[in-house]
T-cell receptor
Framework: EPEVTQTPSHQVTQMGQEVILRCVPISNHLYFYWYRQILGQKVEFLVSFYNNEISEKSEIFDDQFSVERPDGSNFTLKIRSTKLEDSAMYFC??????????FGPGTRLTVL | DAKTTQPPSMDCAEGRAANLPCNHSTISGNEYVYWYRQIHSQGPQYIIHGLKNNETNEMASLIITEDRKSSTLILPHATLRDTAVYYCIVRVAFNNAGNMLTFGGGTRLMVKP
């Protein structure tokens, strides 16, 4: 069964450093998303991406964040200058249409 | 998207049916009911969705009341691996926006041996 994959599973970085989280969505899917979950809190929407552009973003997704689909298979989330409060699980998701979304296993980001 | 209300936690005996309720009294005619679950910090997992008819798949059944103001997710024979947080989410099926999901607190289902 096809699935969304994410790398790395755990990323540790120093405050102020740039990080890139990588995702490989399900191959025939057209919509791509990033969500995050701070430990003990709710899953929060960050951004959605369709047709090579951002279609919606939340207040969390400020200028420090960017997304890219550099080739036909990868979907990345870049945090330009990490802060302590960026520590969270980051989940990538994809969907074929506007229906069910399929999530990856997540990347645990720890900012020291 | 309409707001949903779920009990914060429920217990279920292994092998029995787990019935998880969700209230969505302000649901609009073009909003679907989606169910996802999250097993211990893993990525949320899609379970099922429906508009007004009852739905069934290999994972669960979804029963939506006739007035659509509430629904019940049924896991027919719960196993220990079904222990998770279950999220009921109501959203418009098609829009010009980003198609985001808004997760609430969900129901923490504990399946006990």
């Amino acid at each position: 069964e096809p699935e969304v994959t994410q790398t790395p599973s755990h990323q540790v970085t120093q405050m102020g450093q740039e990080v890139i989280l990588r995702c490989v969505p399900i191959s025939n899917h057209l919509y791509f998303y990033w969500y995050r979950q701070i430990l003990g809190q709710k899953v929060e929407f960050l951004v959605s991406f369709y047709n090579n552009e951002i279609s919606e973003k939340s207040e969390i997704f400020d200028d420090q964040f960017s997304v890219e689909r550099p080739d036909g298979s990868n979907f990345t989330l870049k945090i330009r200058s990490t802060k302590l409060e960026d520590s969270a699980m980051y989940f990538c998701a994809s969907s074929e249409g506007q229906g069910a979304k399929f999530f990856g296993p997540g990347t645990r980001l720890t900012v020291l | 998207d309409a707001k949903t209300t779920q009990p914060p936690s429920m217990d279920c005996a292994e092998g029995r049916a787990a019935n998880l309720p969700c209230n969505h009294s302000t649901i609009s005619g073009n909003e679907y009911v989606y169910w996802y679950r999250q097993i211990h910090s893993q990525g949320p997992q899609y379970i099922i969705h429906g508009l007004k008819n009852n739905e069934t798949n290999e994972m669960a059944s979804l029963i939506i009341t006739e007035d659509r103001k509430s629904s019940t997710l049924i896991l027919p024979h719960a196993t220990l691996r079904d222990t998770a947080v279950y999220y009921c989410i109501v959203r418009v099926a098609f829009n010009n926006a980003g198609n985001m999901l808004t997760f609430g607190g969900g129901t923490r289902l504990m399946v006990k041996p």
